[in-house]
């Protein structure tokens, strides 16, 4: 088991707890948590229809983020509002990308599953450690 030390990890325990139960109540099997290899870890891999899925959890406290909200106007623009326009998703570089699709090719391949269908998503936890709520967003079908 993990310990978390920093101020930063705890929000990521968090944030993965809370995204473990947002998958549980849409019906998603948990298989594993913090799958690690020496080139990267997958924070979470579910199946649901006898697919597969694997899901990097980015979270974010509102300590962090003074206003987190996004509206689409009229013209289709989507403004957010947030310190220092900062989005969790921000943090998926290509070199993250190359390592995670190296580690899903690894679980794939240790499992035997053979040729089945996955997808790799990102959830965005954006948590309020005052009044303990939070709020799930799914980015679906990233392409490693």
Known sequence: MKIFTSQSQKIGKIGEDIAIKFLMKHDFSILETNYTKK???IDIIAQKNHKFFFIEVKSVSRSLVSTVSENIEGDGNVIRETENDYQPEDNMHPWKRKRLARTVETYLISQRVGNVEWQFDVLLVYLD?????????????VIL
């Open 129 to 141: 450690l005052k009044t303990k709520r939070a709020r799930v967003k799914v980015i679906e079908n």
């Open 39 to 41: 080139w990267g870890e």
